[in-house]
């Protein structure tokens, strides 16, 4: 919609009032028109548009500004008049320069790495418990594989959540997005563009592992790329409406180490099923802990998180519960040693302190736990 401009005389002179009209009727007829129709068509503007304020004055639709010694409205000259006018023209986004790759780092987010990396790792060692063999190639293959998943899940959340991300200095390493959009670094559109070509190279490799060594690398391929659709947008978006913890805990705690197996053993024959249940419960608690940071931005945009919904202290000790089942089943299906093992870090993130500080603590120490408990279980298996 373009900008409009009405004019205005003094309210308390007829005579401002009625010269105005008559100096301009194309004008106010054109305004009009457009205002009746708007009426008509009962439009109504989408949220994100920006608001345009329109300065107005007599120099609209090129009225001479040299206001003549006999003209009445010249001592009763209001000053400038504001109209809020929504623009579909308005960017959303301030308008990002050159992008560096110290920009793409920042939107990767490197050290969710690791989120993706152990569990995968626990399926391959969990492989060569059952099979006696190990392929270095495909070790590579499948780290190509979980940066790949990294990437498109990083960068299609960022998009996703583009309008409630806080950036700056108030998010984390782990939570609140990388910030890349809310601070102008890289354009909405480039990074959707590189989500599809990330999911894209995605595909590729699942189909060459499918054919190459495995069938069930596509469909767990395909279930990564359909569980972030399902927590991300529309028209589930469970992140939203709750449930995206338990998304999490299949995406990451059930699809990858079945992935890691397969691949390495060349089926899902003789996969120990009960390794799942630490897996997954870890990835539940991972969710919900780093979700913490971010629960005043998740209130504002009505997100329903663990945080949200029981509050942030509740939700750390529920997140504490959920890692110590972890461990407990990990002690039980699979490696005590391993279990003891991670349980240093979780005795230190029982001080439960107030504050963002505490709050950052609290994340690291529990995903250090996770991340313990894991490799520790698969190098206790491999070693």
Not at 197 to 211: E, S, T
């Amino acid at each position: 919609m373009g900008q409009r401009a009405v004019a205005n005389g003094h309210p308390g002179d007829e005579r401002c009032g009625g010269d105005e009209h008559q100096r301009q009727p194309g004008f106010f007829q054109r305004v009009q028109a457009g205002e009746d129709r708007r009426q008509r068509l009962g439009a109504r503007r989408p949220l994100e548009e920006r608001l345009v304020v329109v300065v107005l004055d007599d120099r609209a639709e090129g009225v001479d500004r040299r206001a003549r010694p006999q003209d009445p409205c010249r001592n009763h000259r209001q000053p400038a008049h504001f109209l809020a006018i929504p623009s579909l023209d308005a960017p959303v986004q301030t308008p990002a320069g050159p992008v560096s790759l110290r920009h793409w780092i920042q939107a990767s987010r490197p050290l969710a790495q690791a989120n993706l990396a152990a569990p995968t790792l626990l399926g391959q060692a969990l492989a060569y418990q059952a099979t006696g063999r190990f392929s270095g190639a495909l070790l590579g293959a499948l780290f190509a594989w979980t940066v790949l998943d990294q990437l498109v899940i990083v960068w299609a959340n960022d998009y996703a959540d583009r309008d409630h991300d806080i950036g700056g200095s108030a998010k984390t390493p782990f939570s609140g997005g990388s910030g890349v959009l809310v601070e102008g670094k890289i354009r909405p559109r480039t990074l959707r563009a590189a989500a599809l070509v990330a999911y894209g190279l995605l595909l590729a490799l699942g189909v060459g592992l499918a054919l190459t060594r495995t069938v069930w690398a596509l469909p767990l391929t395909l279930a990564a790329g359909a569980l972030l659709w399902a927590y991300s947008f529309p028209p589930l978006r469970l992140s939203y409406r709750g449930g995206g913890e338990h998304l999490q805990g299949l995406g990451v705690g059930v699809v990858l180490p079945l992935l890691g197996y397969a691949v390495q053993a060349g089926t899902l024959a003789g996969f120990p099923w009960l390794a799942l249940v630490p897996t997954y419960l870890l990835a539940v608690a991972g969710n919900v802990a780093t979700a913490l940071p971010d629960v005043g931005a998740d209130r504002k945009a009505r997100k329903r998180t663990w945080p949200v919904r029981y509050g942030p202290h509740k939700s750390r000790w529920l997140c504490l519960a959920l890692t110590v089942a972890g461990l407990g089943a990990v002690s039980a299906f699979g490696n005590a040693i391993a279990a003891m093992i991670a349980t240093a870090p979780l005795i230190l993130a029982l001080r439960l302190g107030r504050g963002r500080p505490a709050v950052v603590r609290f994340i690291v120490l529990q995903g250090a736990a996770t991340q313990l408990a894991l490799l520790a279980w698969a190098a206790f298996i491999v070693f």
